[in-house]
Nanobody, 121 residues
């Protein structure tokens, strides 16, 4: 069973920072692009960012560009999402995913359970 285990969510004031982590198996980590999506209450799941399986390519949604950074640690089979300059609009459940796609959630086969990020204004 494929597992993606997220951690690092929480409550932070506007302007603050959080780092999310997503740990998985080596077979998944070395074979699939890893992405982050988010879903706020009453809204559809939204693409945030992804990093290619080789780690040589990244892509960000315009809404987070310049504030969020995705990275990966091959030794730990873990992907990180560093979030700086958080805004109230970033409040959502954040999901880690593994798949062959980029910004389309339908191209991701495996999903984590989600971690809540709440930004107070």
């Amino acid at each position: 069973q494929v597992q993606l285990i997220e951690s690092g969510g929480g409550l932070v004031e506007a302007g603050g920072s959080l780092r999310l982590s997503c740990a998985t198996s080596g077979s998944i980590f070395n074979s699939y692009n890893m992405g982050w999506f988010r879903q706020a209450p009453g809204k559809e799941r939204e693409f945030v960012t992804f990093i290619s399986w080789r780690g040589d390519s990244t892509y960000y949604a315009d809404s987070v560009k310049g504030r969020f950074t995705i990275s990966r640690d091959s030794a730990k089979n873990t992907v990180y999402l560093e979030m700086n300059g958080l805004k109230a609009g970033d409040t959502a459940v954040y999901y880690c995913a593994a798949g062959t796609g980029g910004s389309d959630y339908r191209d991701y086969n495996y999903w984590g359970q989600g971690t809540q990020v709440t930004v107070s204004s």
